[in-house]
């Protein structure tokens, strides 16, 4: 049964860092190549910094828009340089001989960059090489976060004076599923959905939402009701999470099958 079109598709170079949209993306089984295969390292302890665990010290990341200089591949050993904007007009390149620096001065605290390679999460670097001071993959059985736009409709009616857009969400496909009942992704889990010519997702749960959809970041205010909105209205979760058992490119205006589980 058709559900819906891909209404657009999401990376994001940089964990914790406001993404890109992109025309066409290529999924593996560690999702959209190039999401978030860098990171940035907290040098005093080596973790690697998040806006969702560490609000108070990493919020200043979504202040950032991080796109590629180059497109990334599946197959990259290394991802490729990244380039990230701040709100305040500043921009910081990975392959910057000042990026280390620039990107402290603008977050107000010691940073660096780190980059895993092209499959994303950071993850084949740590896992090939079974490295415990590289980051493991954040999201290594559901990668793909896919996001309907029943969903967001629901929780906008529930919330008026909210703003639900997408970059609070960080979805990686978002699709536009019409007049749809609202929250309809719980009815999928555990079934897969066929994107395109080759794509199959298997739905892995539901996503349970955090603190990170609350935070301000350019264009959108402080809001701690768009989390009570989910919690008190479906459980916590707005979206699902999705493995990748066949992979393969998906397009903008794609058709999306749900099949049986």
């Known amino acids: 049964m058709q559900v819906g079109r891909v209404e657009s598709l999401w990376r994001y170079p940089v964990r914790s860092v406001r993404g890109e949209r992109v025309a066409e993306a290529r999924l593996g089984a560690l999702g959209v190549a190039g999401d978030r295969a860098w990171g940035v390292v907290d040098p005093a302890d080596g973790n690697l910094a998040t806006a969702a665990k560490r609000p108070r010290d990493w919020a200043g990341l979504l202040a950032f828009d991080a796109a590629y200089t180059t497109e990334p591949g599946l197959a990259d050993a290394t991802a ?7 709100e305040s007009g500043a921009v910081v390149r990975s392959d910057a001989d000042d990026a280390e620096a620039e990107l402290s001065r603008l977050l107000g605290r010691p940073a660096r960059l780190h980059a895993g390679d092209g499959r994303g999460a950071l993850s084949a670097a740590a896992a090939a090489k079974e490295d415990a001071s590289l980051p493991a993959p954040p999201y290594a ?14 929780a906008e009616e529930l919330h ?14 978002v699709v536009d599923t019409g007049d749809a009942p609202e929250f309809l992704e719980a009815a999928w889990v555990d079934a897969r959905l066929h994107i395109g010519d080759d794509v199959v997702l298997h739905v892995f749960k539901e996503c349970e939402r955090c603190v990170l959809t609350t935070l301000p970041q350019p264009g959108l205010p402080k809001d701690p009701k768009i989390l009570a909105t989910a919690v008190q ?10 493995s990748v058992p066949t992979g393969g490119v998906v397009r903008e205006g794609d058709a999306v099958v749900l099949l049986p589980s």
């Not at 490729?80 to 701040?86: D, N, Q, S, T």
């Not at 793909?144 to 967001?152: E, K, P, Q």
């Not at 008026?160 to 496909?173: E, H, I, K, Y």
Request: proline share 11%; hydrophobic share 35%; with cysteine.
């Open 233 to 242: 209205h479906n459980r916590t979760f707005i979206g699902i999470s999705c």
């Open 141 to 154: 059985s559901s990668p793909i976060h896919l996001l309907t736009t029943s969903t967001l409709r629901a």
């Open 160 to 173: 008026p004076g909210g703003d639900f857009s997408l970059p609070r969400f960080r979805p990686n496909v």
């Open 80 to 86: 490729p340089a990244v380039e990230l904007r701040h």
